[in-house]
């Protein structure tokens, strides 16, 4: 079975400052990474997605992640945040081969301020 | 492009009382889900169809009932609502339930059960 810990519910940052949204996940199979975004009364949409190859992977919006194997990590980064960026942001999990499901984590709340 | 679409958005019922969650996708998916969403536990999975013809149960299946009634559509009945089921709920679609494909949410129904 798979598991992912989002380890901050919310983070609170200035306007122009760099962000990290960070993810663990445990799982006994190989997995694909992804990661959402939900701005207030939406539905989810896709910022970006592991599934092999280089381990820095570049999404919509100027949000990048890096897939660390070691510490089982997929780390959510942008080096400068706007206003527009608040919302929060949905870690998820697949196992490799034919399920399709997602395993989601807990949600972090991205509160970007002026 | 429509996408997902889920009715209705809201809706408020007494507790015993059933309804239906509709969903259609114009995205020739042949894979669709129902998730639900509630506080500080992210999005977790009711029910899963991989394809026409065929529905699976997710984490938490109890008091729901789906129907694949074809490709397109893929509804979610209460039978007997309780005040635990109050969430938001989402339906989400895919091409096929190959792992790593991209889900496609959409943009939720508000339900409350007084």
């Known amino acids: 079975a798979q598991s992912v810990t989002q380890l901050d519910s919310q983070v609170p940052v200035f306007e122009e400052a760099p962000v990290e949204l960070r993810c663990n996940y445990s799982s006994s199979v190989s997995v694909y990474l992804f990661w959402y975004v939900q701005y207030p009364n939406q539905g989810l949409q896709l910022l970006l997605k592991?599934?092999?190859?280089?381990?820095l992977v570049k999404g919509i919006n100027g949000f990048e992640a890096e897939f660390n194997k070691s510490q089982t990590s997929f780390h959510l980064r942008k080096p400068s945040v706007h206003i527009s960026d608040t919302a929060e942001y949905f870690c998820a999990v697949s196992a490799s081969g034919n399920t399709g499901k997602l395993i989601f984590g807990q949600g972090t709340t991205l509160q970007v301020k002026p | 492009n429509a996408g997902v679409t889920q009715t209705p958005k809201f809706q408020v019922l007494k507790t015993g009382q059933s309804m239906t969650l509709q969903c259609a996708q114009d995205?020739?998916?042949?894979?669709m889900y129902w998730y639900r969403q509630d506080p500080g536990m992210g999005l977790r999975l009711i029910y899963y169809?991989?394809?026409?013809?065929?529905?699976d149960k997710g984490e938490v299946p109890n008091g729901y009932n789906v129907s694949r009634l074809n490709k397109r559509e893929f509804s979610l009945r209460l039978e007997s609502a309780a005040p635990s089921q109050t969430s938001v709920y989402f339906c989400a679609s895919s091409f096929d339930r190959t792992s790593g494909n991209t889900i496609y949410f959409g943009e939720g129904s508000w339900l409350t059960v007084v």
């Open positions: 995205m020739n998916h042949n894979s």
């Open positions: 169809s991989a394809s026409e013809g065929t529905t």
């Open positions: 592991y599934l092999s190859g280089s381990t």
